[in-house]
T-cell receptor
Framework: LAKTTQPISMDSYEGQEVNITCSHN???????ITWYQQFPSQGPRFIIQGYKTKVTNEVASLFIPADRKSSTLSLPRVSLSDTAVYYCLVVASGGYQKVTFGIGTKLQVIP | DADVTQTPRNRITKTGKRIMLECSQTKGHDRMYWYRQDPGLGLRLIYY???????NKGEISDGYSVSRQAQAKFSLSLESAIPNQTALYFCATSEGLAGLETQYFGPGTRLLVL
């Protein structure tokens, strides 16, 4: 089970791009990197997933270098509504692996 | 996500009482999970079920039991509630196909044990 390490908290002003980096040094060949977002008093919500290079959707971008030992979630031009906890997970494809959410990164967007 | 519902949303109970938290889903997923969240500790897995006949313990199953009544329903019971079970409880589902485990969470049940 690949362990992930991410900052506990980050602050950003509205309109800025936010990059949250996650390290996963012992990631396995069949593992994917997955990010969830959790607003206060709500359940986590899947936002993006990738294996290598770059993945982009309407919410965020995910950058994964060639060695895959880290990944960066990029949120463009954040707003106050992006204030949330962001979890980086390493998930195996196929079968079941106990998914560990950890404590995540608490992003506070400041007006 | 309205596809995963939890009842009750809030509950206050006393030490020693039996309590059941219910989860229903309309996503048609085979896999269901129960987590608890405590401040500063992230989410911890209590039990999970791959299908109606499959029940598995998670990280912190002591003091809890579950029942998978149907594909769409997964209940969590606290047989004799204690104050340190005060937490926010989440139910989640996933497809469980030969692919990736993207989980869909319910709105949560806030439980206070006095």
């Amino acid at each position: 089970l690949a362990k992930t390490t991410q900052p506990i908290s980050m602050d950003s002003y509205e309109g800025q791009e936010v990059n949250i980096t996650c390290s996963h040094n012992n990631i396995a060949t069949n593992d994917y990197i997955t990010w969830y977002q959790q607003f206060p008093s709500q359940g986590p919500r899947f936002i993006i997933q990738g294996y290598k290079t770059k993945v982009t959707n309407e919410v965020a971008s995910l950058f994964i270098p060639a060695d895959r030992k880290s990944s960066t979630l990029s949120l463009p031009r954040v707003s106050l509504s992006d204030t949330a906890v962001y979890y980086c997970l390493v998930v195996a494809s196929g079968g079941y692996q106990k998914v560990t959410f950890g404590i995540g990164t608490k992003l506070q967007v400041i007006p | 996500d309205a596809d995963v519902t939890q009842t009750p949303r809030n509950r206050i109970t006393k030490t020693g009482k039996r309590i059941m938290l219910e989860c229903s889903q309309t996503k048609g997923h085979d896999r269901m999970y129960w987590y608890r969240q405590d401040p500063g500790l992230g989410l911890r897995l209590i039990y999970y079920s791959f299908d109606v006949k499959d029940i598995n313990k998670g990280e912190i199953s002591d003091g809890y039991s579950v029942s998978r009544q149907a594909q769409a329903k997964f209940s969590l019971s606290l047989e004799s509630a204690i104050p340190n079970q005060t937490a926010l409880y989440f139910c989640a589902t996933s497809e469980g196909l030969a692919g990736l485990e993207t989980q869909y969470f319910g709105p949560g049940t806030r439980l206070l044990v006095l």
